[in-house]
């Protein structure tokens, strides 16, 4: 008779590891992804950060630029320096070359934000892998769990019947449950 409980027991044990290795591998699979997503955020927001500092160093780069360009116009002006020929072609160098340091510095400044949100893409797929994982070791857990506790049941079982086939062997049992 005891075997025959220890049977049911094994199988209910069966049954709720199953369903708590379910349980526990959802909960880890929401936490990962929780995690990837608010790093994949952070990430944008670094990018966001990067692109409005961008902007407002291009403006400023810009209105430097031209600043400098309207010095050196006013003061070949005061000198009486001519406008055309070798003095115009130095500011118009510098006036280019300025011109190439912003777009340079745009340019790295784009290139820092693309690689902040592919980043951010990279995270939210190793999350999205990591919860997977964490699902199908949950749902291995489970299945686990299950077999083994149909695996003890039906082993309880064998014995509890193999003990009702001794008593029968002895002629002590009675074909009821409460004696054998």
Known sequence: ??????AGLSLASGFMGSSSAKKAAKRKAQQIRAMASYNAR???MEARSIQAVGKYETK????????????QRAAFAKTGA????????????????M???????????????QNLKQQAKGIQY??????????????AKARSSLLGGISSAIG?????????????AQRTYTGSWWKY
Do not use: C
């Open 156 to 168: 309880g079982i064998g014995a509890g019947m193999s003990a009702i086939d001794a008593a029968k």
């Open 82 to 97: 001519i406008t055309s020929g070798t003095p115009m072609s130095v500011m118009i160098e510098q006036a280019m070359q």
């Open 1 to 6: 008779m005891l075997n025959f409980v220890q």
């Open 42 to 44: 952070v990430k944008e």
């Open 126 to 139: 190793e999350g999205e892998v990591g919860a997977e994982t964490a699902l199908a070791e949950g749902r």
């Open 60 to 71: 400023q780069a810009y209105k430097q630029r031209t600043r400098a360009v309207q010095e």
């Open 99 to 113: 011109d190439i340091d912003v777009q340079n510095q745009r340019r790295n400044r784009l290139l820092q934000e």
